[in-house]
């Protein structure tokens, strides 16, 4: 088998230093996206209540005629 | 259908254990590179990742980098692109998903 290759040095910390920098950017990416997305889901909640009522209240008005 | 998955079941140490023995050697010589080549600079190597990048900037300065010929510059492109996807692996593992933040 060929042997195992020395790496240098500055690639080797090049290397981990991105899956690190990769790391935080990851989860701090997430955990400022989170909230976000949370109050979109909650307005698009309330919005489709409100359409299913005047949904609702449509139908009702068009079956009593 | 019962009878069938029943086999299956049967099949399955089997199955793994064919697994095992198919993945066994391959894992050892992934081992036997990654062990040299893929584990985290020492602490005593981060200095000399410093001066090397201090020699980079220095070439860079004096202008050998435009005498890099273009197989070398290639490889150090190849080289460069890998460092860069491991800042996405990176990411990947921070936002805890494959594809996608999953909020």
Known sequence: ?65 | MAQAVQKFVAKVPTLVGAAVNYSKPRLATFWYYARVELVPPTPAEIPKAISGVQDLLKGFQSGRLGQTTVRDALRNGLVATEVLMWFYIGEIIGKRGLIGYDV
């Open chain 1, 1 to 65: 088998m060929v042997p195992p290759v020395q790496v240098s040095p500055l690639i080797k910390t090049a290397r981990w230093s991105a899956l690190l920098i990769g790391l935080i950017y990851g989860k701090q990416r997430y955990d400022y996206l989170k909230p976000i997305a949370a109050e979109e889901k909650r307005i698009e909640e309330e919005e489709k209540k409100l359409r299913e009522e005047q949904e609702r209240i449509y139908k009702q008005l068009s079956e009593g005629l």
